[in-house]
């Protein structure tokens, strides 16, 4: 999912887990892709497009096991809570950190394409429905329905929704050819597409911090 929507996730997570810092839970549920963006501008792992980028389904995740593995995102959400939850003798903070990241492999698993790996090193199978690139557009409407069911379930101010809104909406080129924004400026430059990720989520990080 986008940044917004990952966000959203850890709305829920606060709503059962009230003494956590909401500031935990948003680096939680994107503590992967941060990962991601950094092993992208190391060269580690690697993105792709085709010639010519109409939608997201252009941009493909080529490379990336050490991020988004499913073992290495279980087995980070794991030392969190042993960490946090057993070291340190904070349970509740350790659980919520460990659902936090699982959240975001749950996630990317329902809308990616097969660019998840099980593990790094091993080629294959890749796991993902492929929403964004089979049905871009039922992919929106799942992200800006999962988005404000999270703001929902959380009891947020109208604030919060509108930035939950904003967010998806601004989106929109990204899951329809028909309308032009930055994805025309993303074919063959992976690091654009690794600098948009970032600035979204760290303006979603900030703004859901805030209105939260």
């Known amino acids: 999912m986008f940044a917004i929507n990952h966000a959203a996730t850890a709305l829920i997570i606060k709503k059962e887990f009230g003494g956590v810092p909401i500031i935990w839970l948003l680096i939680s549920v994107q503590f992967m892709e941060i990962l991601w963006i950094v092993l992208n501008y190391l060269g580690i792992e690697r993105t792709t497009t085709e010639k010519e980028v109409r939608y997201v ?19 980070v959400a794991l030392l969190a ?18 659902i936090g990241v699982i959240s975001h492999l749950v996630l ?3 809308t990616h394409s097969r660019d998840i790996a099980i593990a790094p090193g091993i080629k294959g199978p890749k796991f993902g429905l492929g929403l964004y690139a089979k049905y871009p557009m039922v992919a929106f409407i799942l992200e800006i329905g999962y988005g404000m069911v999270c703001w929902w379930i959380y009891k947020g101010g109208w604030a919060l929704l509108v930035t939950i809104v ?10 329809s050819s028909a309308v032009t924004g930055i994805e025309k400026h993303m074919a063959n430059r992976p690091l ?3 600098t948009v990720i970032l600035a979204q989520i760290l303006l979603t990080l900030i703004l859901v911090r805030v209105f939260s």
């Not at 389904?57 to 087995?75: A, E, K, Q, R």
């Not at 057993?86 to 460990?98: E, H, M, S, V």
């Not at 904003?166 to 899951?175: K, Q, R, T």
Request: hydrophobic share 55%; charged share 10%.
């Open 192 to 194: 654009l597409i690794t």
């Open 166 to 175: 904003v967010f998806n909406l601004a989106n929109i080129s990204m899951f």
């Open 57 to 75: 389904g252009d941009v493909h995740l080529s490379y990336m096991p050490f991020s988004h593995s499913i073992v290495t995102m279980v087995g």
């Open 81 to 98: 809570w042993l960490i946090i939850g057993k070291g340190l003798n904070q349970p509740d903070i350790g659980l919520a950190l460990g």
């Open 108 to 110: 990317d698993l329902i």
